[in-house]
């Protein structure tokens, strides 16, 4: 049985330009493909769905290959011998964006790319993997091929369902994953009549079944030229596309249940991260290896999506290094809540949005174990954990914001299913940023015209950058990290949304979301356990789980958790909430989005529009007191090991002249 790792590298240069990063000096670029093989029936392969019906090699492995991006320094020398792997979100690099400030890109090639240079000039080797093995190229994604399961007599099939909620008008053909850079499972059929499309107004709405001649598996094109009746197109039979005559009306939820075939063996792409990271720390070969050698620690990052993927990875033991010991030393999930992935099961789409109030209401994102101590759900009685190999887990830095709480059940990180605090276990760090987006903050207001509010604009990846030298800290030095930061029950920081309710401020115009217990709980069977999917799913007879949120103060701010200088003196109301608007769903959450709501600019403004908030003039006079409260706060938060001195800088130049481009304050 051959198993292993080989890299091939297809480029290798120099990255921005030759610029020297501090201490590290340069850096070089290397991209490429990486080829794995796995023994199937090895213990650590054991769990992963359908491997027992993927292909095999002449010698009995399964093969698969990803693609790479390594940027590591010159000289290795002048490293600080750390490893920090990106788990790349859906195909696209994010790190740095969020730790160097950098432009989004999946290609980093100039210095520009580097941004700031932040993990640069801290001497790391950064890795990126694909991972996701049902992603189309395009965009620069990182693209894993994934086999396809199959018995020796006949293709795999089975039920799946897919839901659509488009905001514009216009849209009639669609993928049948729904995005167009995922792979759609075909269907075994493209008679109508053996699927079911419906649609709803709402989650909790009866389901209208849309007649079978009013849709077909098809997909619309246009062409260059033009016919009698104008310009050229076609409706062309296909197994992997959605058409509806009419077109997809904004804002309704669309739910298709169809019969798919050939399902890809998705759970290889733990395999292949655990396998990645391993060969690169250990492999001594430097003509196979271009990091041996050079690496003793190993941090893994993820966000969102890769922030549940992270979590799961590390439940289900992945993180046990085939050669001994741990695949990651330190782990940093961002904005994952509460949830795990679903990518390991038959059919899985690993881009299936997590269930929320409104998109995505009954997918299985969340189950429990929820914590990352042992905790035990009070409907099963199960008692679990995330953690709960010692040998293998890893140090664990969690960062969550406000939107987790409303949309993705992140109280449950730090409570159990009743909703009473838990205590972390004693190698793991919870913090929230309080008042804050599960998207990266934009540096001026954005309104998605399907949202009631304006974009959140708190900024915080300075905290990324304060956090990862903590982390490395605690993993290299045994030196902790600040005492988690998070709403508690105890002291009247996390409360139920009944509380909450009273508690935020009436402010005119601004309506408020609805409670985020609103969310299914599954009635999971034995096949689900086994990796094959219930659909459409089974919806258990019960309360349900404790969600709680953060409490807030008169201005509607959040109390607990790293509060940003932008938040301590507030030019506004920041949530991590958003409601949609009239035509898409008018009510409910939107998405992930969170909002910002700005304080009267005068007492006169205040007083006209009935405003309850003290204005910016009542609260600051000017904008050399206002960035002098930002400096204070920033100056505080570094005193407690949160941000860098570097960031405290760079904040009070940005705090100057109101903040903006983030706000538009005309005083």
Known sequence: MSAGVRLQIDLRSGFAGGARFGEAGAYEKLKGRAHFAVDPEAPGEAGIADIAFAPREGDGSVAFAADFLILKPVDPARGNRRLFFDWGNRGNIRALQHFNDAPAGNDPESLADAGNGFLFRRGYALAWLAWQGDLWPGDGRMIFDAPVARKPEAPITGLIRREYVVEREGITTLPLSGMVSVRSYPAVSRDTAKARLTRRRCPQDARETIPPFEWCFARLESGQGLDAQGAESALIPSAEHIHLKAGFKPGWIYELVYEARDPLVLGLGYAGVRDFLAFLRREKDGEANPLAGAIDKVYGWGRSQTGRALRDFIYRGFNADPQGGRVFDAVMPHVSGAGRMWLNHRFAQGSAMAGQQYEAHENFADRFPFAYGETTDHLTGKTDAILKRPDNDPLVIHTQ???????????????????????????????????????????????????????????????????????????????????????????????????????????????????????????????????VLQEPPRLADAEGYVILVPSVDADGNEVAGLRAPLLAAPLG??????????????????????????????????????????????????????????LGAAQRLQAEGFLLEEDVERIAREAANWYRPRHDVDL
């Open 573 to 630: 109301t920041y949530t991590g909430w958003n409601l949609r608007t009239e035509g898409q769903g008018k009510g409910a959450l939107h998405q992930f989005s969170g909002g910002t709501i700005p304080f009267p600019q005068t007492r006169g403004e205040r007083q006209m529009s009935g405003d309850p908030r003290p204005s910016i003039a009542e609260r600051y006079g000017d904008a050399d007191t206002f960035r002098q409260a930002v």
């Open 401 to 531: 914001s406000s939107t987790e709480y409303w949309q993705r059940r992140g109280s449950l990180v730090h409570t159990d299913t009743k909703g009473s605090d838990l205590d972390e276990p004693p190698g793991v760090r919870l913090y929230l940023f309080a008042s804050t987006q599960h998207f990266l903050a934009p540096a001026e207001p954005t309104r998605n015209p399907a949202c009631q509010l304006a974009g959140n604009v708190v900024p915080t990846a300075p905290f990324f950058r304060a956090l990862l030298d903590a982390l490395d800290r605690w993993a290299s030095q045994g030196v902790p990290p600040p005492p988690s930061r998070v709403p508690r029950r105890a002291d009247d920081t996390l409360v139920a949304y009944a509380d909450w309710r009273k508690q935020f401020v009436a402010i005119p115009g601004v309506a408020l979301p609805a409670s985020p217990n609103d969310l299914p709980l599954f009635d999971y069977g034995p096949e689900e356990e086994e990796g």
